[in-house]
């Protein structure tokens, strides 16, 4: 069992900065990818960026530059990801979900609760 904890999401205005953190704890496959997902009413969950277990990147394209993905690794059982978000537009504005699975994990999925980032004059 993996538990994915978000935060750091926050009402900002056009440019401004966010890092959002997700925290993971319990049966953590060190070589699990972990990343971020984000999603507004109506529409489908949207991919952000992963982290994978051998510490290789990737973003979505329409991102990419703005967003920086990170992972924190201790003593084997406690992750955190990390997503600092730069120069933040009101497209931005979604609920931001943490991911854990794939990569040479086999085993369940796992998402966190969400952390809401709003983006407002």
């Known amino acids: 069992q993996v538990h994915l904890v978000e935060s750091g999401g926050n009402l900002v205005q056009p440019g401004q900065s966010l890092r959002l953190s997700c925290a993971a704890s319990?049966?953590?496959?060190?070589?699990?990818?972990m990343g971020w997902y984000r999603q507004t009413p109506g529409k489908e969950r949207e991919w952000v960026a992963t982290f994978t277990g051998r510490g290789v990147t990737t973003y979505s394209d329409s991102l990419k530059g703005r967003f920086i993905i990170s992972k924190d690794s201790a003593n084997g059982t406690y992750n955190t990801l990390y997503l600092q978000m730069s120069n933040l537009q009101p497209e931005d504005t979604a609920m931001y979900f943490c991911?854990?699975?794939?990569?040479?994990?086999?085993?369940?999925?796992?998402w966190g609760q969400g952390t809401q980032v709003t983006v407002s004059p």
């Open positions: 991911h854990y699975g794939g990569g040479y994990y086999k085993g369940p999925e796992y």
């Open positions: 319990g049966s953590i496959f060190s070589l699990a990818d």
